[in-house]
């Protein structure tokens, strides 16, 4: 019995030092070790880190933070390119950032962060980018920080005749131009997305992916925050812009250029920004386990139609969206400092 019960014991041990093996592996070996870039990035994740993930879609996004000089390369290994994306790595007001530009849509955005949380040492993801706006509230400038993201490009076609059911339905009948001419559309049921959880929950169907919560209280300090109003030397915004908090954003691979489907998603879904990577990239960290928050600058009304634009002709769009992306830029480098300082939320608290 003594040395069955021994044998018991020493299995236990063996069997924590296999766990603590597999933790070890998940922290610090995230290459295989005959990839040429294993050790580079080890190195990364051994002389910094855990780091704060930042993440931008589009080129002007990227050229923002360049310009403001905030973000510090670091002098050892300043940037590492994996799987065609270049993760830089240094600091933004002292906190370590490893920022990558994600491309454009949701399939490049999930590849991006899950490439990002499998080889570095993250502990929260940081999205912020432009958005179109579906909500007439919003203006030009204005920064959304959404509790809540979905993904409103999954779509079940129906017939005519088929009974409602489920999600909202778009009939596009209802839209007909010209007026009582056939429609083969149809419509179209919106159906929500299965979710993974790294934690042993099992999958779940989920529509509105939320913010992590911890992560948007600290957000909420930054209301205040004085954003710029001017969209060049000869033009500013008739309002100063606001940072606005706990609307609901809308993804897809779709780029609203319609103004009565801008107008059916916030009247059925109350959804105030449209962009094309904010669900994916909020669902991938979700699935990991990992804190994630978006911030949108408004950069024009979602298929605006011609006495909807702003000043015609007195500013261009690329400007708008760069003030947009400012703003938006500005919300997160705040919020990075607020984060990297509160230890409190590192990843140890999810």
């Not at 998603?265 to 978006?294: K, R, Y």
Request: aromatic letters at 10%; one cysteine or more.
């Amino acid at each position: 019995m003594a040395v069955a019960k021994r044998w018991t014991i020493m299995e236990a041990i063996k069997g924590v030092i296999i766990v603590g093996f597999f933790m070890n592996v998940k922290l610090s070996v995230q290459l295989k070790s005959s990839h040429p870039l294993h050790g580079v990035v080890e190195r990364i994740n051994e002389e910094g880190g855990p780091y704060i993930g930042l993440l931008m879609a589009y080129p002007t996004e990227e050229t923002v933070l360049l310009d403001c000089g905030l973000f510090v390369p670091s002098s050892n290994i300043p940037w590492v390119d994996l799987a065609g994306r270049r993760f830089n790595i240094g600091k933004i007001k002292g906190v370590d950032v490893i920022y990558v530009m994600t491309g454009e849509q949701r399939l490049n955005a999930g590849i991006t962060v899950q490439l990002l949380l499998d080889v570095f040492d993250i502990k929260g993801v940081v999205h912020y980018g432009t958005a179109g706006s579906a909500n007439d509230s919003l203006s030009f400038g204005d920064v959304s920080v959404p509790k809540y993201v979905a993904f409103t490009g999954s779509w079940y076609w129906e017939d005519f005749d088929s009974v409602e059911g489920g999600l909202t339905e778009l009939k596009f009948g209802a839209y007909n131009f010209p007026r009582g001419g056939d429609n083969l559309l149809a419509k179209i049921e919106f159906t929500p997305e299965e979710v993974y959880y790294s934690n042993g929950k099992p999958m779940e169907e989920v529509f509105w992916l939320p913010v992590e919560p911890k992560w948007f209280n600290v957000s909420s300090q930054l209301v205040d925050l004085e954003l710029q109003q001017c969209v060049n030397e000869t033009y500013c915004l008739p309002e100063t812009p606001k940072v606005v908090y706990g609307l609901r954003a809308s993804t897809a691979d779709i780029f609203v250029d319609n103004a009565a489907y801008r107008k059916f998603l916030f009247s059925e879904f109350n959804v105030s920004t449209v962009d094309e990577e904010s669900s994916a990239i909020l669902m991938t960290s979700i699935t990991n386990g990992v804190p994630c928050i978006v911030f949108r600058g408004v950069s024009d009304l979602a298929g605006a139609a011609a006495g909807e634009k702003l000043a015609s002709g007195l500013v261009s769009s690329s400007s708008l969206s760069s003030l947009a992306a400012v703003n938006a830029l500005t919300v997160a480098v705040e919020f990075i400092e607020l984060i990297g300082s509160a230890s409190a939320y590192s990843n140890q608290d999810h």
